[in-house]
C-alpha cells in the first residue's frame, strides 16, 4: 500500500500507533521528506505512544496532508486492498475479506444503500460476487451438473477481478 494509503487505513482504525513507524518508512521510501517523517521512521517500535503520535501529527502538518474523513478514509484503504489483489500480493478472496471485514465496515456504507447493499459506493457487484465465492466454497453440494466448484469458483474469481479494476477506477475519480 502507499503512503497515502496506508494513512487512511489508520484513520478506518486498521493500523495501530505503533504502527505509524512503518508508514514513516513506507513515506520516506515513496519521496515524502520532513524532519519529523524522518524522526517518525526511526523510532523504536516500543517508544511511547503518545510521542509516535505526536511525530504523526507533526508530519501531517509539515507535509500540508489531512487525515481523511472516515468515509474517504475506507474507499482509499479498499483501494489499497484492490491495488494489492492485482497486484498478486494478496489472494483474491483474502483481500475481499479485509476490503469488507476491515475498510468498507469501518463506515456505515450500508446504511447509504438505495437498492442494492453498498451501491452507493457502486461496491454491489462485487460484494454479490464475493459472497457468492464465500458460498461456494462453503458447500457440501455441487452447485451445477457440468462443472465441479472449483471450475465455478474460478470462473467466478475472473469476473471478479475485472469487477475490481472497473469499481477502483469509478471510486478513484469520486474520492
Known amino acids: 500500500?502507499?503512503?497515502?494509503?496506508?494513512?487512511?487505513?489508520?484513520?478506518?482504525?486498521?493500523?495501530?500507533?505503533?504502527?505509524?513507524?512503518?508508514?514513516?518508512?513506507?513515506?520516506?521510501?515513496?519521496?515524502?521528506?520532513?524532519?519529523?517523517?524522518?524522526?517518525?521512521?526511526?523510532?523504536?517500535?516500543?517508544?511511547?505512544?503518545?510521542?509516535?503520535?505526536?511525530?504523526?501529527?507533526?508530519?501531517?502538518?509539515?507535509?500540508?496532508?489531512n487525515l481523511p474523513e472516515k468515509r474517504e478514509a475506507a474507499l482509499e484503504y479498499a483501494i489499497g486492498i484492490v491495488d494489492e489483489i492485482l497486484e498478486n500480493k494478496i489472494d483474491i478472496i483474502t483481500g475481499m475479506r479485509e476490503i469488507h471485514a476491515n475498510a468498507i465496515l469501518s463506515c456505515d456504507f450500508y446504511e447509504e444503500s438505495k437498492n442494492y447493499c453498498y451501491d452507493s459506493i457502486e461496491f454491489h457487484t462485487a460484494y454479490g460476487l464475493f459472497v457468492t465465492l464465500e458460498d461456494l466454497k462453503e458447500s457440501l453440494h455441487p452447485w451445477d451438473k457440468n462443472k465441479t466448484n472449483e471450475q465455478l469458483m474460478a470462473e467466478i474469481k475472473e469476473t471478479l477481478l475485472e469487477e475490481l479494476k472497473i469499481w477502483k477506477t469509478k471510486i478513484k475519480k469520486s474520492v
Open 1 to 65: 500500500m502507499t503512503f497515502k494509503q496506508q494513512i487512511a487505513k489508520y484513520a478506518t482504525g486498521n493500523l495501530t500507533t505503533s504502527q505509524l513507524i512503518d508508514v514513516a518508512v513506507t513515506g520516506l521510501m515513496e519521496g515524502y521528506d520532513s524532519s519529523s517523517l524522518r524522526s517518525l521512521a526511526g523510532l523504536d517500535k516500543n517508544e511511547n505512544q503518545f510521542i509516535i503520535d505526536s511525530y504523526f501529527q507533526t508530519t501531517l502538518q509539515e507535509l500540508n496532508l
